[in-house]
């Protein structure tokens, strides 16, 4: 076992989740995402980060999973958090904006560490999206995928 790995073992699966998310916000802002809002949490759901790209209010659900997960952080995202989310995003624009904007987007920001061999930060990997280095967890590839739930 390397001293990386041990040293990400130690680190609760919450706090993994919320450095990911926030090196998923610098990313989305390196983008030109404009971050409105992280962790918004309602009896009904979570929305990890509201943002605006341009003109259009975009909610983006951050999907990380580990080296070791045999499941991608696409395949995650089952049927039942789907419905969730849109349920959280339905309770966000009533309690924040009291009316549904004509554009809303969700994205989805997939994050996957990647082997230290050949990568350095900043780089684009082969697969596609960027390379981060996220303390504790080592280097990330972030990709994120634009309006892949419909919001009907």
């Known amino acids: 076992m390397s ?3 041990s040293r990400r073992s130690k680190v609760p699966q919450r706090t993994v989740g919320s450095l ?3 090196a998923a916000s610098r990313h989305l802002a390196s983008l030109g995402y404009r971050i409105l809002e992280r962790n918004y949490a309602s009896r009904v759901g979570e929305i990890d980060i509201v943002a605006k790209d341009g003109g259009i ?4 659900e951050v999907r990380y999973r580990g080296m070791r ?3 991608s952080p696409a395949e995650s995202l089952d049927r039942r958090k789907l419905s969730r989310i849109k349920r959280a995003i339905r309770h966000y624009l ?3 904006l009291g009316r549904e904007p004509r554009v809303v987007r969700v994205d989805v920001c997939l994050a996957r560490p990647v082997p230290e061999t050949g990568c350095e930060e ?3 990997e082969r697969g596609g999206g960027e390379v981060v280095q996220v303390p504790f967890v080592g280097l990330v590839r972030f990709e994120v995928l634009k309006g892949v ?3 009907a």
């Not at 209010?57 to 983006?60: I, P, W």
């Open 3 to 5: 001293k990386a790995t």
């Open 20 to 22: 990911v998310e926030e």
């Open 57 to 60: 209010l975009v909610f983006v």
């Open 69 to 71: 997960s045999v499941e």
């Open 94 to 96: 009533a309690e924040r």
């Open 122 to 124: 900043g780089t684009a």
């Open 149 to 151: 739930v419909d919001f």
